[in-house]
């Protein structure tokens, strides 16, 4: 069944939550808390922290909503015809007000307010140490993660994101937007170092936990949080402490990273928990979002955000990475338990992201949502693992001049390539887009921050056969860079939040 905390009130009022029986990220409630006595008992504390995974399984949040920014890249299109999710790739300003990308800015401050909740009522709780200090770290990662995710989605040097701070709370007052978004990369600092703090490290946790934050996570979003701010010595830093702590090795082969099988293994920093128990499965939809639409007729795939044929040609030969990411026209592939040849009758690419097909392998859909229209699977979705630490490191280390040939020929060489010599920024650069293609790690944002998105989005997109498939889109840095404040916060705040320029 769902693991799955309903109707929770930003205040944790009047909580109504599901039951819940999966072995992994067991956020099974404890008993039904009211308003009058809650934040009273160790049970009251677990079902705090049970709340702020709850949005985890809306198909917006991990699915499919946020993949609309990332979709923006070069790597993929859209691959059916959808005019608001067409406008959002084509930075055309009608999609604001839509309902694509519209709630991640509310969902974020959802997650936000039930970490503070935590933090400020669990300190003064009779209950386990330990336990008392899991929970409170798990409020200060997912608080740092969801200011991380805000920040750099809609802050720039002219305005940040509105910052909540819990000695200072406004009740229902629009709080403004912080002068710029080093300032919340400054609070971001602050929560996931107190994360790291109050957090034990995955080897630690019993299965029945799998799926909640841990130190090297903390870790690992610190590093990646510095180098989206440029601070090059603090990303080496923090991503030294992720290498250093001996807890985290590359898996010999790229495939098997995205194995169910693999969901916890060595590789694994962060991913959203995804089972397919009950009516309707939790978790990530988006393996059954990039799945061809219909799934050849057994399994309803959506049928979007298909690789192009720049992805595909950006390859090195020999590497083998691009057969594990992307399936072409004539590729065999395992569905439903036998043996297919890839043809597709609707990607307007000809290509599939492969990474997250390894769930439709099995006969019988044995590891699939039931519910075709909220597809989740047993597979976890990679929300930044080792191999991209490794890349953090390296670009920190390039940024400072220093030589990162050590780390990124570590990358290299599991996908079968050669030792490289001297590395340079390009061959980071073409590093981070044929590990990461396809996932969270973020191309779009990967080239508006090497400034390279201008350039990148100026050139059609291709398919298999050659044709154009997208044409040559006008990217202004000065506007494109941050993506529009959805249009109901600068609304519901009468203007207290601010639009980010040139976007309305």
């Known amino acids: 069944m769902k693991q799955l905390i309903k109707n929770i009130t930003l205040s944790l009022a009047g909580i109504s939550l599901l039951a819940a029986c999966n072995k992994k990220l067991d956020i099974t409630p404890e008993g039904a808390p009211t308003s009058g006595n809650f934040w009273q008992t160790e049970t009251d504390a677990i079902s705090g922290a049970n709340a702020m995974y709850n949005l985890f399984d809306d198909e917006n949040f991990y699915g499919r909503g946020y993949w609309w920014f990332i979709n923006a890249s070069d790597d993929m299109v859209t691959g059916r015809v959808k005019a608001e999710g067409d406008n959002i790739k084509n930075f055309n300003s009608n999609f604001i007000g839509g309902s694509y990308t519209e709630g991640q800015w509310k969902m ?18 009779p209950m386990d140490e330990k336990l008392k200090n899991r929970i409170l770290g798990e409020a200060y990662f ?23 701070k819990r000695d200072s709370l ?37 299965s029945d936990i799998y799926g909640r934050p841990h130190k090297t996570a903390a870790f690992a ?74 799934g050849w007729g057994k399994y309803n795939g959506w049928g979007y955000y298909m690789p192009t044929k720049e992805l595909y040609d950006s390859y090195e030969e020999g590497d ?28 307007l690419s000809g290509y599939q992201f492969r990474k997250y097909m390894e769930p439709f392998s099995y006969p019988a859909g044995q590891h699939l949502s039931p519910n075709g229209d909220h ?17 953090i490191k390296a670009e920190a280390e390039l940024m400072q ?38 996932e969270w790690a973020n ?20 398919g298999f056969g050659g044709a154009e498939i997208w044409p040559a889109r006008s990217f202004n840095p000065a506007i494109h860079n941050v993506w529009p404040v959805p249009r109901s916060e600068v609304t519901s705040s009468n203007g207290v939040v601010k639009q980010n320029g040139g976007w309305e």
Do not use: C
């Not at 390279?452 to 100026?458: G, H, K, N, V």
């Open 108 to 125: 974020r401050y959802i997650v936000i307010k039930r970490a503070n909740d935590v933090i400020m009522h669990v300190p003064a709780i």
């Open 142 to 164: 997912l608080s740092g993660l969801m200011y991380y995710e805000l920040a750099y989605t809609y802050g720039d040097a002219r305005a940040g994101v509105p910052i909540v």
């Open 170 to 206: 406004t009740g229902d007052k629009p709080i403004p937007r912080s002068a710029n978004v080093n300032l919340v990369y400054d609070y971001v600092e602050q929560e996931l170092k107190q994360a790291a703090a109050h957090l034990p490290y995955f080897d630690t946790y019993s």
């Open 221 to 294: 979003f610190l590093s990646k949080m510095f180098l989206y701010k440029k601070d090059y010595v603090n990303a080496e830093r923090y991503a030294d402490s992720v290498i250093l702590s001996g807890k985290h090795k590359l898996l010999d082969k790229f495939a098997d990273v995205f194995t169910i099988a693999n969901n916890w293994s060595s590789e694994y920093i962060w991913s959203v928990y995804s089972n397919s128990q009950g009516p309707g499965g939790w978790g990530s939809i988006l393996p059954g979002v990039m799945l061809e639409n219909k």
């Open 320 to 347: 083998l990475r691009r057969e594990a990411t992307i399936l072409k026209p004539g590729d065999h592939f395992t569905f439903y338990g036998e043996d297919n040849t890839y043809a597709s009758t609707n990607s």
């Open 375 to 391: 597809p989740t699977t047993d597979l976890n979705l990679p929300l930044l693992r080792y191999a991209e630490v490794l890349l």
């Open 401 to 438: 001049g220093k030589n990162a040939d050590k780390e990124i020929n570590m990358i290299r060489h599991r996908a079968g390539l050669k030792d490289v010599t001297g590395a340079t920024m390009t061959e980071l650069k073409k590093q981070r887009r044929s590990e990461l293609a396809g």
């Open 443 to 462: 191309r779009h944002y990967d080239l508006v921050r090497w400034g390279d998105a201008q350039a990148a989005y100026a050139k059609a997109l291709h």
